[in-house]
């Protein structure tokens, strides 16, 4: 087998050694899919980086493989985490892989099921609490550091050093070059500082030629780092981004900086609406806040922010990361469309309502 999963792919640019006993679900290696429906609106070169199809239906797993593998190496039993859902969903998986127990805090009534379930199905011990997931960030940040249990959150710099194989596959996948443009929904923070860092690491060691503008999107009624300060309550349909005071806040501005790129913000209508063409259009079906980064671009499509930036670019490439599966959240798809039409068992009711 030539390899299985980030760490065999990527093994010189990660901390691991021969040593690290590798916990993998063969993630990463996601498909980078042409989008003709927006680079028909945009006037660019469009590519969707589908991260919803790794092992737990999130990108969430390029890092977990990482932070895992070096909890077992250490000798840890247990592994412990706060999520909007996704972190567990795949904290869960790979500690049933790695035979380590997981304990998750989860704030109560704000995950999608689809996350909840496989939470609960690999075993975790799901705590809900009454308050937000900044809050169960802190309370497990401290938990970590008093007790036997080893912090796999963002903050474990283990996952950040995974999930930027993300930003290498990119590359990979367009023939050696970074795109010209990247956009990411920004939760947390930590993915967009993640695929910074991993473009950085090729362009210094001269596999690609340049690096790409940053472009973050962060809900409009959960927007810390576009309005400069923390939320403390946050809001938005969009629950895997739904924190008031990311823990890589500071990586994330510096990303958007040095970049020369923006930190925006679009509105749950926005998101919905770019959930919704994803599906229709391309046949995409993502849950809403990797929606984020397509609402974002059509919102700087909107303003003229392309042909400004492109004066100097020519046939511009953006890609879009698709953070996480549509099955992720079946509720938000159920009450997003129609509900199908029930008709008698006979073939003219049912040709009636075919309507071809
Ligand atoms: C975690 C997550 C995000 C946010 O990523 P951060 O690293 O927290 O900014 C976005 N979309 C999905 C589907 C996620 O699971």
């Not at 496989?118 to 009454?130: M, N, P, S, T």
């Not at 472009?215 to 810390?224: K, N, S, V």
Request: include cysteine.
């Amino acid at each position: 087998m030539s390899w299985a999963g980030i760490i065999d792919k990527y093994r010189e640019f990660l901390p691991v050694s021969s040593k690290t006993p590798v916990v993998t679900l063969n993630e990463g290696n996601t498909p980078l899919v042409p989008s003709p429906v927006l680079s028909d609106r945009l006037g660019l070169e469009v590519y969707l980086k589908y991260e919803g199809l790794n092992p737990t239906g999130s990108f969430k797993d390029r890092g977990m493989t990482v932070a895992v593998s070096k909890a077992k190496e250490s000798g840890a039993s247990a592994i412990i985490c706060a999520s909007t859902g996704n972190t567990s969903a795949s904290a869960a998986a790979y500690a049933a892989r790695a035979g380590l127990r997981c304990v998750v805090l989860i704030p109560k009534g704000a995950v999608a099921q689809g996350k909840l379930s496989q939470a609960l199905i690999h075993g975790a011990r799901v705590i809900a609490i009454d308050g937000n997931f900044d809050q169960a960030l802190m309370m497990v940040r401290r938990i970590a550091q008093t007790e036997a249990i080893t912090l796999v959150n963002s903050v474990n710099p283990y996952r950040l050093e995974g999930q930027k194989t993300g930003a290498f596959e990119v590359c990979d996948q367009l023939g050696g070059k970074a795109p010209d443009f990247h956009a990411i929904p920004v939760g947390n923070a930590g993915n967009i500082s993640a695929y910074w860092m991993g473009y950085g690491e090729y362009y210094e060691k001269k596999i690609v030629g340049s690096k790409p503008v940053m472009l973050g999107f962060q809900a409009e009624g959960a927007a810390p780092i576009v309005k400069k300060k923390i939320i403390k309550d946050p809001r938005t349909i969009a629950t895997a981004i739904r924190i008031g005071n990311p823990a890589s806040w500071k990586s994330a501005e510096n990303a958007r900086d040095s970049s020369g790129g923006v930190i925006d913000t679009v509105t749950d209508k926005e998101i919905l609406e770019a959930y919704k063409l994803l599906a229709d259009k391309e046949g995409i079906f993502v849950e809403p806040a990797s929606a984020a980064s397509v609402a974002g671009v059509l919102k700087l499509g909107r303003t003229g922010y392309f042909e400004k930036k492109l004066k100097s670019m020519k046939r511009a490439t953006l890609v879009c990361v698709l953070t996480g599966h549509g099955l992720k959240d079946p509720d938000r798809a159920i009450a997003s469309v129609k509900k199908p039409k029930t008709v008698a068992a006979n073939l003219n009711a049912i040709l009636k309502a075919v309507k071809l």
